[in-house]
């Protein structure tokens, strides 16, 4: 009987035991990784900051200098538009209108472009098409809603380049791009809420003097109102209460007052949204009424003679 000659040799059972072992690898590979756990040279990241109930927030990718010097003018060209981020244009939103650097910025969110130049001042632009790839770059201002120019300044290093606010006030604050050594810094101001009005020495010694109260809170209480630095002090005293709370009275107008702080006539910061209404005859206070947002009375106080 002849023997059959085998066409294909056969598979050892350690070969077999590698291929079988490198496919379940293969596949667990496949089964385990998510799709979307992907690792990205420049992350993304956000920024949000609140100035008197006006939201203004940032969303970037955030691209890392990895030892590339210059960054500016070698890995960012002088005179080309550029988003300040990486991968999809740098958005800015904010959900009122505002001021960015003295020019108007309707409400809305914007993609943001800068071309960075070597020796003059940068230009900055909002642009009304938000959703755009890196690359492209807006031709043409009809569907810009913003341009200015702003210096660009050196400080200290920052590997990611970062968008912040380092400085934030009751009316506005400063929006800054940073990446290297270079950053550029926004102004942003924002329409007060509520605009303290202008009493002379006369006009806030009429409401000054003490008046008698009772609230669930204070029993047998006093409030003494009084004259700091050109503000109107409100100090509460009671018998059970060592140190009770002292704030000031924002003047709006026709009697009208907010419980807070104002300093040089800005609205530093409003506590609550009560509003102190005097009841003035002949030019004395008789009393006066604290109001909530809904205009319901919350407490009355009556001066004392």
């Known amino acids: 009987m002849k023997r059959r ?4 040799p056969e598979r050892s059972k350690a070969s ?14 496949a089964v385990s990784v998510p799709s979307d756990a992907q690792r990205k040279a420049s992350e993304i990241g ?5 100035v008197d109930g006006t939201v203004m927030t940032m969303e970037y990718y955030r691209p890392v200098a990895r030892g590339r010097d210059p960054l500016f003018g070698k890995v960012v060209r002088w005179g080309t538009t550029w988003t300040p981020g990486a991968n999809w244009a740098t958005t800015f939103e904010a959900d009122k209108d505002i001021q960015v ?16 130049r070597e020796s003059e001042d940068w230009t900055v632009i909002f642009h009304k098409k938000a959703r755009a790839f890196h690359v492209d770059r807006p031709r043409g201002t009809e569907e810009e809603q913003l341009r200015f120019t702003v210096k660009a300044e050196q400080g200290m290093h920052m590997e990611t380049l970062t968008w912040y606010f380092p400085v934030v006030g009751p009316d506005g604050a400063t929006l800054r791009m940073h990446w290297g050594t270079t950053f550029v810094p926004l102004q942003i101001s924002i329409r007060p809420t509520v605009v303290a009005a202008h009493l002379d020495s006369s006009e806030r010694a009429v409401y000054f003097g003490s008046y008698s109260f009772e609230a669930d809170w204070a029993k047998g209480a006093q409030l003494e109102v009084s004259d700091s630095a050109g503000r109107i002090i409100a100090s509460v005293k009671s018998p059970t209460m060592t140190d009770g709370p002292r704030f000031d009275l924002v003047p709006l107008g026709d009697h009208r007052f907010r419980t807070g702080y104002a ?19 002949e030019g004395k206070v008789k009393s006066f009424e604290m109001l909530d947002g809904n205009g319901k009375v919350e407490a009355r106080w009556m001066r004392t003679p």
């Open 5 to 8: 000659t085998r066409l294909q």
């Open 16 to 29: 077999q035991v590698l291929v079988v072992g490198s496919m379940s690898v293969a596949l667990l590979a």
């Open 46 to 50: 956000s920024v949000s900051q609140t």
């Open 101 to 116: 650097n003295g020019n108007p910025l309707p409400k809305g969110k914007y993609a943001i472009w800068m071309i960075p």
């Open 263 to 281: 300093m040089g006539g800005h609205v530093v910061d409003l506590s609550g949204s009560s509003t102190v209404v005097f009841t003035v005859e």
